[in-house]
């Protein structure tokens, strides 16, 4: 669905903006690509403390960064985030909003006046009319282009448009990557399934200790291998019903999701169609049993190349794989995690993946995928469909 808010001055955007992210932002910087006079969208970056930041991530529709590094100039800066805005189909013009703490007195240059200035002059140069270009900082907002008129209260800001569906703004970027408390009693019910399932279809992840063969074989860890044997049925069946998956199911969710060939599978299909899974599938098999090369339809989907996914069903795969990280015992939350870090990522909340990440590589630092998704969201990459219309 697309959002669609009105805006008929500079506090009434500024109110437009949480709705359009999704989040109240925080030491961040956002521009607002416009077609005509909507806008098409939003794009969130780091805000670096200095006065030379580097770029971060952004996407439009809406986003989250990752984190800084250090290193480019301001004007450098501006170059990549204009570069970005220009990538949204049909912009023509764009509003700016920086996001800080502190304030300034009158007379006084606001804080991140000289990356704004280069802002202003690269979408200019770019043929972008300039809307807006504000502040907000320190329980008050200003003009950077009227730097004589004095700072505004916060409070003739009026409260974010209701949009249906909405239920309001998360306080800050970071928002949201909390895991689900599903109880003892339910992480020790999956935990034992997991066992069993062991038992059947081997370790979850290399170095785990594979329970004795001797020891009795839950004949509900058999059903629960055979289930495997479609494998996008599987998956798909999952999404229909994410909260009431029973425990040898979620057991096995956290068995595929670390074996990197069924992780791809699963991420493919849930970033599309169980048909998409069933020829991923197909194609991992083949690629494995012949080595033959993973047609670019399939594969592509995974560096984020092809049709813009349907935002509600990556949403309910992503709440899936939390609820799956949360109820897995801890050595085996590597694979489900990098899941998660994928899946943020594909929405375009590259914050989240990298929060993902990190707990991913302290579960384990050797985990390829992870490695290589880090590598994508530490240089600002986000999925091309970032920048395509919904089909």
Known sequence: MTTIVHAAGAAELLAAIPVLTGFTPRDSLVLLPFRGARTAG????????????????????PAVPVPAAPGPSAAEFAATAIGLACRVPDTDALA??????????????????A???????????????????????GGSWADYRDPASASRPLTEVPPPPSVPGFAG??????????????????AESV???LLAVERVLGPAVPGRRRPPATERTDPRARETALLLDDLPS????????????????TAALVWVLNRPALRDVALVQWASSIDRGDRALAA???????????????????????????????????????R????????????PLAAAGWLSWACGRSTHAARYLDQAEAVDPGLTFAQLLRTVVDAGMLPRWSFRAAA
């Open 96 to 113: 700016i909003a920086v996001y800080a703490d502190g304030s300034s007195a009158p007379g006084e240059a606001l804080p991140a006046a």
């Open 42 to 61: 939003a794009l969130r970056f780091d805000l670096p403390a200095s006065a030379t930041p580097a770029p971060t991530a952004a996407a439009p529709l």
């Open 284 to 322: 991992q098999l083949s690629h494995g049993t012949r080595g033959s090369a993973v047609p670019s339809n399939i594969g592509g989907i995974l560096i984020g190349d092809g049709p813009r996914p349907d935002g509600d069903r990556l949403g309910v795969a992503l709440a899936l794989v939390r």
């Open 234 to 249: 599987f998956l798909e069946e999952a999404l229909d019903s994410p909260e009431a998956l029973s425990p040898f199911a």
């Open 115 to 137: 990356l704004v200035d280069e802002l202003i002059g690269r979408a200019q140069a770019c043929e972008l009319h300039v809307v807006e270009a504000l502040f907000v900082g």
């Open 324 to 335: 799956t990280v949360a109820l897995a015992p801890r050595e085996t939350r590597g694979g």
């Open 191 to 193: 935990g034992r399934a």
């Open 169 to 186: 703004p998360a306080p800050d970027q970071f928002s949201g990557t909390e895991l689900p408390s599903p109880g003892l009693f339910a």
